[in-house]
């Protein structure tokens, strides 16, 4: 077995590089964000962790916030470098990192969103790293799964409520799981988001 075999990073690097090249995907913020942009300071610094195609970091970046975006993927940060040369937004600095070896110092950022990643010991590191009146923006998925997106191992899903949990630290501002209710077709389902502050 080589160390490429062995080494669970590089295993996840390589998965993820061949998801983002995919021409295809396009960088979105996450609803959690886009409902709830009346509740972001004016300005400020962000972090959009494990940022995937960055949509929330483009998104924030637009909005004036100086921002970090960080993923493992070199093949999505290349994107986002690309998309904010074409935006001319100098105020978002991409970088390939791994989250969970090198995570946000203490009272780091104003903002942090996470948006479709779910390592739980994080936590606590993410609430340390906003600064005091810094708000949390989280979305991932629920163990509700109506739909077959997202991904099939339940650790990596939200069992009710754990968010609240998790986040039970910070004052909540807004928290909703979307579930079977209602016509399936629309909205957003099998998914719980927050909005917290420290």
Same mark, same amino acid.
């Given at each position: 077995?080589?160390?490429?075999e062995s080494d669970p990073t590089q295993q996840l ?75 001319? %937004?100098?105020? +978002?600095?991409?970088?390939? #990192? @791994? /989250?969970?070896?090198?995570?946000? !110092? ?13 390592e739980r010991s994080l936590i606590p590191t993410l ?40 986040f039970s630290q910070l004052q909540v501002c807004v ?5 079977? %209710?209602?016509? +399936?077709?629309?909205?957003? #389902? @099998? /998914?719980?988001?927050?909005?917290? !502050?420290?």
């Amino acid at each position: 077995m080589s160390q490429q075999e062995s080494d669970p990073t590089q295993q996840l690097r390589i998965k993820w590089d061949q998801r983002y090249a995919d021409a295809e995907k396009v960088a979105r913020p996450a609803e959690v964000l886009l409902s709830n942009a009346h509740l972001l300071p004016e300005q400020g610094s962000a972090l959009d962790l494990a940022c995937g195609l960055g949509g929330n970091a483009l998104f924030l970046a637009q909005r004036g916030f100086t921002v970090e975006a960080w993923d493992l993927s070199s093949v999505a940060i290349q994107r986002l470098v690309q998309a904010a040369g074409q935006l001319k %937004l100098n105020n +978002l600095h991409a970088r390939v #990192r @791994d /989250v969970e070896g090198q995570p946000p !110092q203490t009272e780091q950022f104003d903002v942090i969103v996470v948006s479709y990643f779910l390592e739980r010991s994080l936590i606590p590191t993410l609430i340390q790293a906003l600064k005091p009146g810094g708000l949390v923006f989280y979305q991932t998925f629920t163990r509700q799964a109506v739909s077959s997106e997202g991904p099939q191992n339940p650790a990596f899903r939200l069992a009710d409520q754990e968010l609240l949990q998790l986040f039970s630290q910070l004052q909540v501002c807004v928290y909703r799981e979307e579930g079977r %209710l209602g016509d +399936l077709s629309l909205g957003s #389902r @099998d /998914v719980a988001m927050l909005v917290a !502050q420290k």
